[in-house]
């Protein structure tokens, strides 16, 4: 057991106020994350996108993190120079990719031009994209770094799940507001510019909390002067590389991650394009529906990470999330289920089992790999997801515009195609089975090895 600790984080306040801050800055960034999937429809009818060339476009995201190895170089950042410089770099990267993706989708200087065979503004945009894509997976390891360095020892699932849910509202805000505010301007860029705006406000809190960062170290410090206990949290080698990826528990996790997330942001970028084929909902509402998702996750993520922090069970919790997804996306491949009360019941349910999912997962790394290494181990995770966030998309854009094209409708007096959609939902189908078999093998490793993954996270401390 540890003593307790007279420093900044014991002061529910601070540690509270900490969260919101950063909380604030990925709400940002998750706005713009999806900011682009209710606008698929009108980027067909006004910049003649089509399916292949936004599936090319949505996958961008992951290109520099996978291909590039930069995530894996922001963890290891993040563990040597600690979370304010790393920060503060990740959301000045993320303002900048936003400000090239809105000015390929704004100007007409690449209307006639190609690169590599495809539409010069599609790879630009996407460009943008990417290093965006570098600057918010940066900021989201950093943040559950930030999360831990608070509340480790305390509420730390919820915590998370609060972090989560504030992005998730990001993620609502987008699916809900981004086809009004196109309306709205009669602009299909005016939603990346509002993106942008955010942005750069949500850097400018980030910088604000780091004032506050200083003063907790500083606390730290003194702390460990009066007790003698020195603390090694930003200690880290290269070398610990090694020791994380041969961790099998860290794998199953890894594994499950990007499973899992490749069985819901992927569905959300193509969800509104689902709802008008499938369900015959108006394309200016057609939002509305998926944005329930995240609205749910909202409420339920930090429900299911307190009950995590006090009664433990996240390995099983996990378990029952993959169940969900897989019931969910089987019964959306089911072609007369075509109803619109039956969207919304199928999105509320994907969203309990999106909320139940992360808020065990993420605040079972900790319980797996040590403090010092969390950065690289996160950073790590990410770096699997984005090979599914990366991959996916684009084969579902691929299987759309191949297999999947049953004619054309009407958009605002455009013809766009339609889709069926069996195929692509029986693929995230197949995701989320194979999800479901590792949280088994997680909570397998679990029982082996002892990691607590079934124990809370809230622990008593003596003095």
């Not at 900021?139 to 509340?151: D, L």
């Not at 969800?271 to 529906?289: E, Q, T, Y």
Request: net charge positive; glycine share 8%; aromatic share 12%.
């Amino acid at each position: 057991m540890e003593a307790i600790s007279n420093t900044l984080r014991d002061s529910k306040f601070a540690r509270w106020t900490a969260l919101a801050v950063v909380s604030f800055t990925m709400l940002c960034g998750y706005y713009l994350t999806d900011v682009m999937a209710p606008l698929k429809p009108l980027l067909e009818k006004e910049l003649l996108w089509n399916s292949a060339e936004y599936g090319f476009f949505t996958s961008a995201y992951g290109w520099f993190n996978v291909f590039l190895l930069m995530l894996i170089l922001g963890g290891i950042i993040l563990d040597k120079m600690g979370v304010r410089f790393t920060g503060k770099l990740a959301t000045m990267i993320m303002v900048a990719g936003t400000a090239l993706k809105y000015w390929a989708i704004s100007t007409h200087s690449l209307d006639s031009s190609t690169i590599l065979g495809m539409k010069a503004q599609v790879v630009v945009a996407a460009l943008g994209f990417a290093v965006f894509g570098v600057g918010v997976e940066v900021a989201g390891i950093t943040v559950s770094k930030i999360i831990v360095k608070w509340f480790k020892g305390k509420e730390l699932a919820l915590a998370m799940g609060l972090e989560m849910a504030t992005a998730r509202m990001g993620t609502a805000l987008a699916l809900s507001t981004s086809v009004f505010i196109a309306n709205a301007f009669s602009n299909v860029a005016a939603p990346v510019l509002v993106c942008l705006i955010m942005l750069c406000i949500g850097m400018i809190a980030f910088f604000l909390y780091a004032v506050k960062d200083k003063k907790l170290d500083a606390s730290l410090a003194a702390e460990a002067e009066r007790t003698g206990i020195v603390s090694d949290e930003e200690s880290f080698k290269v070398s610990d590389i090694v020791k994380i990826v041969t961790n099998k528990g860290w794998w199953y996790l890894a594994i499950l991650c990007v499973l899992f997330y490749s069985s819901v942001f992927p569905f959300l970028k193509y969800a509104s394009d689902l709802m008008v084929n499938k369900f015959g909902v108006d394309p200016k509402l057609a939002g509305s529906i998926p944005a329930l998702l995240p609205f749910g996750t909202i409420l339920l993520t930090p429900l299911f990470g307190n009950m995590y922090d006090r009664k433990g069970k996240g390995a099983s919790i996990m378990i029952l999330g993959s169940v969900l997804l897989i019931i969910v996306h089987a019964l959306f491949s089911v072609p007369f289920l075509n109803q619109t009360p039956v969207a919304i019941l199928l999105i509320v349910v994907l969203g309990i089992g999106f909320s139940l999912v992360p808020s065990a997962m993420w605040p079972s790394v900790p319980k797996i790999i040590p403090e010092n290494q969390l950065g690289t181990a996160y950073a790590l995770i990410f770096w699997v997801q984005n090979w599914g966030l990366m991959g996916v998309p684009a084969l579902i854009g691929w299987v759309l515009n191949e297999y999947c094209i049953t004619g054309t409708h009407l958009v605002d007096g455009a013809e766009v195609s339609s889709y069926n959609y069996t195929l692509p939902m029986m693929i995230f189908t197949g995701f989320g089975i194979l999800a479901l078999v590792f949280a088994l093998l997680l909570k397998a490793e679990d029982k082996k090895k002892g990691y607590g993954l079934q124990m809370p996270n809230i622990r008593k401390q003596e003095n």
